[in-house]
């Protein structure tokens, strides 16, 4: 079984500076994908940035990249010139892949805050 | 594209009661996920389908909850009877395939039980 921790349960930045929020994870896993999912209010998880364990670059999506080490099994997201709209729920999540189940493991999540 | 449909967004009812939330996944999505989130804490996996068949059901509390997917495309969750303990959000998810493509979420639908 998997399991994801996120050891940030609130984070707090002002507007335009460059937050990290923190996942590490754990699996006897070779093959997987990573994701980071932005939850507002409204409750509605809204897909940030994935990974793939397989790529050793990581990605980038606009602000959001991630630091993915596999062998440290950590994934961090890094969000560049913060937004007062980023201001949301952060969750870290894992998924096997190679078919099957594969339901996503999350982390407990990071409260982000962006101030004014 | 349309997304992932849920009904109803709210429902309050009393414990012992029961309750049925409906999820319509995105067009072509084989495999649908419910969840649960309880305040506070990340959405846990209750159960999976792939098209009409359930994939995983190992933390689903089968004494109160059912699911089913009939014709492999809407889904439906049942809670009988309902416990204080079974207030969350429960989202459905859907994604094209078991194979690691990205799992799309609903809005969800919020229970409170009283």
């Known amino acids: 079984a998997q399991t994801v921790t996120q050891s940030q349960p609130e984070m707090s930045v002002q507007e335009a500076e460059t937050v990290t929020l923190s996942c590490t994870y754990d699996?006897?896993?070779?093959?997987?994908?990573l994701f980071w999912y932005k939850q507002p209010p409204s409750r509605q998880m809204i897909l940030v940035i994935r990974?793939?364990?397989?790529?050793?670059q990581n990605a980038t999506e606009n602000r959001f990249s991630v630091n993915f080490q596999k062998a440290a099994k950590s994934f961090s997201l890094k969000i560049s010139d913060s937004q007062l709209g980023d201001t949301a729920m952060y969750f870290c999540?894992?998924?096997?892949?190679?078919?099957?189940?594969?339901?996503?493991?999350f982390g407990k999540g990071t409260h982000l805050i962006i101030q004014p | 594209e349309a997304g992932v449909a849920q009904s109803p967004r709210y429902k309050i009812i009393e414990k012992r009661q029961s309750v049925a939330f409906w999820c319509n996944p995105i067009?072509?999505?084989?495999?649908l996920y419910w969840y649960q989130q309880i305040l506070g804490q990340g959405p846990k996996l209750l159960i999976q389908?792939?098209?009409?068949?359930?994939?995983?059901d190992s933390q689903l509390p089968k004494d109160r909850f059912s699911a089913e997917r009939l014709k492999g495309v809407d889904s439906t969750l049942k809670i009988q009877p309902a416990k204080l303990e079974d207030s969350a959000v429960y989202l459905c998810?859907?994604?094209?395939?078991?194979?690691?493509?990205?799992?799309?979420f609903g809005e969800g639908s919020w229970l409170t039980v009283v």
């Open positions: 999540a894992f998924r096997a892949s190679g078919g099957g189940a594969d339901g996503l493991t």
């Open positions: 389908f792939q098209n009409n068949g359930v994939v995983d």
């Open positions: 998810a859907s994604s094209l395939d078991p194979f690691g493509n990205t799992i799309y």
């Open positions: 067009s072509g999505h084989a495999t």
């Open positions: 699996t006897s896993e070779n093959n997987y994908y």
């Open positions: 990974q793939e364990a397989y790529k050793q």
